[in-house]
């Protein structure tokens, strides 16, 4: 089993940025990849970035492209999304997900381990 602990949510206001991180533990691949997803109330699962672990390629939603950036610290096993320029329309629980292989998918049902969430709240 693969463990994820997502924290550094909180309150921000638009604008402003957060740092997430996710901390993986438990059962280690060698090629995996880290996605961020994030899900607003009254809405779906919507992917938001992802890394392949191995080569450090990115994927980014259209939405988040140019604000946020996705990274990993290996020695730590830790993924980080930087959010910038955060809008309203970004508030969330914001979760991160691991998949074994190297495809970066956007779709929440190729990535079998999940951390428990972390709120994202941006106020105007």
């Known amino acids: 089993q693969v463990q994820l602990v997502e924290s550094g949510g909180g309150l921000v206001q638009v604008g402003g940025s957060l740092r997430l991180s996710c901390a993986a533990s438990?059962?280690?691949?060698?090629?995996?990849?880290m996605g961020w997803f994030r899900q607003a109330p009254g809405k779906e699962r919507e992917f938001v970035a992802a890394?392949?672990?191995?080569?450090?390629?990115?994927d980014y939603s259209s939405s988040v492209k140019g604000r946020f950036t996705i990274s990993r610290d290996n020695g730590k096993n830790t993924a980080y999304l930087l959010m910038n320029s955060l809008k309203p329309e970004d508030t969330a629980v914001y979760y991160c997900a691991v998949r074994q292989g190297n495809y970066r998918h956007s779709s929440r049902y190729e990535y079998p381990y999940w951390g428990q969430g972390t709120q994202v709240t941006v106020s105007s």
């Open positions: 438990g059962r280690t691949f060698s090629n995996y990849v």
């Open positions: 890394i392949s672990w191995s080569t450090g390629i990115t």
